[in-house]
């Protein structure tokens, strides 16, 4: 039973992942007195690489045939250990949220090997630089984890859930961690989804060389990676206070309290996006130096007992 | 839970502001910094009922949200300055600096508060680094204007431990204190803009005609 | 009544500034600042013959020790303004200044006369910690009232130094609010509350507070080390604000300063207060000493001779033994008003001289006999010379301490008063009777500025020599008040 609620979580998470997307793009251009892309244009952009013809380049080894598979396959994998509806239903026993940070890692080496392998100018840029950034998201996010971990003496997601209730560590953990999800999903001030021709592209610069199949399960392990974010960020600010067995009812509730928290998620998102600028890469730093310092104020906070 | 969450907003301003390296950043954030603060003061009224409290959330939002951010952002598009603030410490270590400030503000707080009331410590902690961070960008950026932010800043640093502790002040104290912080960013302001006029920058660590 | 009459009338007058024009605004001044002074008199008599409290409407409130400062803030605001009179006459003459100036000036004046009469007199710390930044606020622009370079940047750090410090003190205000409301469950400020309240409040957030109060408020004092701002003011200021600023701003923040000591030694005994203020009070003496020694600029040197008194006054506070409080009391009276005559003196010799410094300003007596003997006066005074008031002063906080067998103290007190002592006679010396430079001429001194420096030097003599009995008791009425026990 508690293996199908897992499968059923997985299954629901990846098919609404690229409704998130839709929608915080509909927010950003609602805030901007634009019409925007219909919600579904995620869906649509990825039926329509579906259906395309994939080219791959001569050069090009089997890593970057791979690539793609390892990417999605990893974000799957790491949606068993992320409590999206619920705190008590991850693949317990086999791992926690460490090695939802593990698998992201994979994920992100594989496609950084990729995004040289074409051996085009973008991609390699694009690789140094997301191992540049993760190499400063790392950390915030593992000190992130600690913190809420301390507070049941677990990173277990399971475990973790039965120690909720609001700290104030736990508020300034969550401050570190929105920063975190803001640069981990490529949005301003970090990184920009919406263009293809700056420069200063992260993300999009190492997808460069893809086409068709394999570029829609890179854009549905991105928005994937999204919503598992989304979710982590959910679970530190606003825990869900169930436990145990769930019935019907509460699995319904789970999920309606989950979509309320994606939408006041991309909401904020949103906002925070139309408001910031896209930062030169080395002011990214600086945004991230942010970030750390919150993770470890919490950890200071958390010492002293609160 | 609320009062926690503007708290933690409050906070993260704060230390955004050590981030910054333009001047219209600096008032931008100080605006939402504010903001949050009419929003705690707000949600105290709300969670007492009491209209005098609600008044005074109501001259915060018309005095620090709307009307000193505007006279500042106008003042800074008038004098034409260079828009960068000129960092005597790069953001990096501003920050870290910015954590042992908020460190030692916790042990302050712990020295003498015998609570273990989340809400009241993470209320003292936030509004002393509030303070305290206020008096770093004060010394630490090179531009008049920092130095009128930070003193806003540190304000409010004051004015939130005061609302999240008993409401706010007595509330004619209160008005009083709106009134002269509104004059004080006026009267500044006006220096600022002859320091423009007679040097023809705001940088203050360049004026040094008086010494000893 | 007679608390609100005194705190409207400055208002009054600057609201007859804006309307009436020049001659007939002087008299109206005049006319306003002498009433002021004959209420502030008739208030301390009210106390020095023993009367009780006064409280009008719930927000004023006047004890001993608020007459006495209002006293003395009237005293030394009529002085300034009969003063100012010819002195902005001689600008406007010169073209410096505009007529439109002066009527700012007046306008200005007033206001910051009334922000600083209304300290002493309200009763909320808050209402008093908005009246004290309000000085700072109104006496800004009078700082930068000539608009030049060094005035503006003066100015500026005015401005900015002090609301800092200020800020600093309203953290204070609010500690010592959250301690009131978490002992006793009054959201109060008022100041005759909280003092009753005192004996039960937490010792520990009232000891942080007073530390805030001391550096915040201790900065508009002028204590070292967070006097910086005020060499730079009192020297760009026009002169009779500077002698406003020197003679009493820095005394009302003094008046808040012992306010809240008066609160902090009730929640946790003198020593904290008393080794505190002996340290800044030693330390702003020690600070001024050695400054007043390579200082260069007339005016600076007054100022920290400002410094140094201040010290001595905070110094005689931390004694707090009854006679030391009194001597304390009676030293801001007197250093108000030969500070206020070697600043008119000072104001009069850099106009003649047109410069600030002091090696080109020699031999004041040749050019202006009066404005020397006003300057000599002062210098003797100020360096605790008998027979003015302030040996008198220094007399009585010295036995004080002596009494209380604080010896090693008091002998670096003595010290640092030996360096003070050298440092002005060595500067002021030669100005006073050096060598008058080729190019300055003679004679030509108002009226009036005679008849202020006339008045304030007898004054100074006379209460070197004879201690008037309505002003010991007003000022044992003082002292009783926050020392709680009479002499």
């Known amino acids: 039973m508690q293996y199908s609620w897992l499968l059923f979580q997985a299954l629901v998470a990846v098919f609404c992942a690229p409704l998130l997307s839709g929608f915080i793009r509909k927010v950003k251009n609602a805030l901007r007195m634009r019409r925007g892309a219909p919600l579904g244009q995620p869906y649509r952009n990825i039926v329509k690489y579906l259906a395309k013809e994939e080219i791959v380049s001569e050069t090009t080894s089997w890593i970057f045939r791979a690539a793609p598979f390892v990417v999605l396959g990893s974000t799957i994998a790491a949606l068993m250990f992320v409590p999206v509806f619920s705190f008590s239903f991850s693949a317990a026993g086999m791992g926690d949220v460490l090695t939802v940070f593990f698998l992201f890692a994979l994920g992100r080496f594989f496609l950084a090997l990729a995004g040289l392998d074409a051996g085009s100018a973008f991609g390699g840029m694009g690789s140094s630089r997301e191992m540049f950034i993760s190499s400063f998201v790392e950390p915030v996010a593992i000190v992130t984890v600690a913190v809420v971990a301390a507070h049941g003496w677990s990173a277990e997601s399971g475990e973790m859930s039965r120690h909720i209730g609001t700290s104030f560590s736990r508020m300034v953990a969550a401050a570190a961690l929105f920063m975190v999800v803001l640069a981990e999903t490529s949005r301003i001030p970090v990184d920009n989804q919406e263009t293809h021709l700056e420069l200063t592209m992260i993300h999009e610069a190492m997808l460069l060389e893809y086409s068709g199949r394999s570029l829609a399960m890179l854009e549905a392990a991105a928005s994937t990676k999204q919503l598992i974010w989304f979710s982590l960020l959910g679970g530190v600010l606003w825990p869900w206070p169930f436990g145990g067995a769930m019935t019907l009812t509460d699995g319904i509730a789970a999920m309606a309290l989950f979509g309320l928290k994606m939408i006041v998620g991309a909401l904020v998102v949103g906002l925070t996006e139309i408001g910031l600028a896209k930062m030169r890469l080395f002011r990214v730093v600086d945004f991230l130096g942010l970030a750390f310092l919150f993770s470890v104020l919490a950890l200071v906070i958390l010492s002293l007992g609160y | ?212 | 009544m007679l608390l609100f009459l005194i705190v409207i009338i400055p208002v009054l007058g600057a609201v007859l500034s804006v309307l009436l024009p020049v001659r007939v605004r002087g008299i109206a001044n005049l006319a306003a600042h002498g009433g002021v002074f004959v209420l502030a008199a008739v208030l301390a008599y009210h106390f020095s013959v023993g009367n009780g409290v006064l409280v009008f409407g719930g927000v004023l409130r006047a004890d001993a020790l608020s007459a006495f400062f209002v006293f003395l803030i009237s005293l030394v605001n009529l002085a300034a303004l009969v003063y100012s009179r010819p002195y902005l006459r001689e600008d406007v003459f010169a073209g410096v200044l505009s007529e439109k100036q002066v009527r700012g000036y007046d306008i200005l004046f007033n206001v910051f006369a009334a922000t600083m009469l209304v300290v002493p007199l309200l009763d909320s710390l808050g209402h008093m910690w908005v009246a004290v930044e309000l000085t700072t606020l109104a006496s800004a622009f009078l700082v930068g009232f000539y608009n030049s370079k060094s005035s503006v940047e003066a100015a500026w750090k005015y401005v900015i130094i002090c609301s800092v410090g200020i800020t600093l003190a309203l953290l204070g205000t609010v500690l010592v609010y959250h301690a009131v409301a978490a002992q006793t469950g009054l959201k109060t400020l008022d100041w005759s509350v909280i003092i009753v309240q005192a004996p039960g409040l937490d010792p520990r957030v009232i000891g942080a507070a007073f530390l805030f109060i001391l550096v915040g408020y201790g900065t508009k004092a002028g204590l070292a080390p967070m006097h910086t701002w005020l060499p730079d003011a009192h020297s760009q200021a026009l002169t009779p604000v500077s002698a406003l600023l020197s003679g009493v701003l820095l005394k009302t923040s003094l008046y808040a300063i012992i306010r809240f000591a008066m609160i902090t030694q009730k929640a946790m005994g003198a020593d904290f207060t008393s080794r505190l203020f002996i340290f800044f009070g030693l330390f702003s003496v020690a600070v001024a000493g050695i400054f007043l020694l390579a200082q260069k600029d007339f005016k600076r040197l007054l100022a920290y001779s400002s410094i140094e008194h201040v010290g001595i006054i905070v110094f005689a506070l931390g004694v707090g033994t009854p006679l030391a409080v009194f001597g304390a009391l009676f030293h801001a009276l007197n250093h108000a008003m030969s500070k206020s005559l070697i600043f008119f003196a000072a104001g009069n010799a850099v106009k003649r001289y047109k410069t600030h410094h002091l090696h080109m300003i020699h031999g004041l007596v040749r050019a202006m006999p009066f404005t020397a003997g006003a300057a000599l006066v002062g210098l003797l005074s100020l360096v605790g010379m008998p027979p003015f008031g302030i040996f008198m002063s220094k007399l009585l906080i010295l036995t004080a301490c002596f009494q209380k067998g604080l010896y090693g103290p008091a002998a670096l007190l003595l010290f640092f008063l030996a360096v003070v002592f050298g440092g002005l006679m060595f500067h002021l010396g030669p100005s006073i009777f050096g060598k008058k430079p080729k190019g300055v001429v003679s004679g030509g001194e108002a009226f009036s500025m005679k008849l202020v420096f006339v008045v304030l030097a007898l004054f100074l003599v006379f209460l070197g020599v004879v201690m008037p009995t309505p002003l010991r008791a007003l000022l044992e009425a003082a002292s009783r008040t926050i020392t709680g026990v009479g002499i």
């Open chain 2, 1 to 212: 839970m609320m009062t926690l969450f503007f708290l933690t907003g409050i906070l993260v301003l704060t230390y955004a502001m050590l981030v910054c390296h333009r001047i219209p950043a600096l008032i931008q954030n100080f605006r939402l910094q504010s903001l949050f603060l009419f929003l705690v003061t707000l949600d105290f009224a709300v969670r007492h009922r009491e209209a005098k409290v609600f008044v005074v959330a109501g001259l915060l939002l018309l005095v620090k949200v709307i009307l000193i951010p505007s006279f500042l952002s106008r003042l800074v598009k008038k004098i034409k300055v260079d828009e960068r603030l000129g960092l005597f410490l790069n953001p990096l270590l501003s920050l870290i600096s910015a954590l042992f400030l908020t460190w030692g503000a916790s042990v302050f707080c712990s020295w003498f508060l015998y609570t273990r009331q989340t809400a009241v410590f993470a209320a003292f902690v936030v509004s002393i680094t509030v303070v305290l961070v206020g008096f770093f960008i004060m010394v630490f950026r090179m531009k008049a204007l920092s130095q009128i932010v930070g003193l806003l800043v540190m304000e409010n640093g004051i004015f939130l431990l005061a609302s999240v502790m008993a409401g706010g002040m007595p509330f004619f104290v209160e008005i009083a204190i709106a009134f002269d912080v509104f004059v004080c960013a006026i009267i500044t302001g006006i220096f600022m803009y002859r320091i423009n006029k007679v040097f023809t920058h705001i940088e203050v660590h360049r004026l040094t005609d008086l010494k000893g």
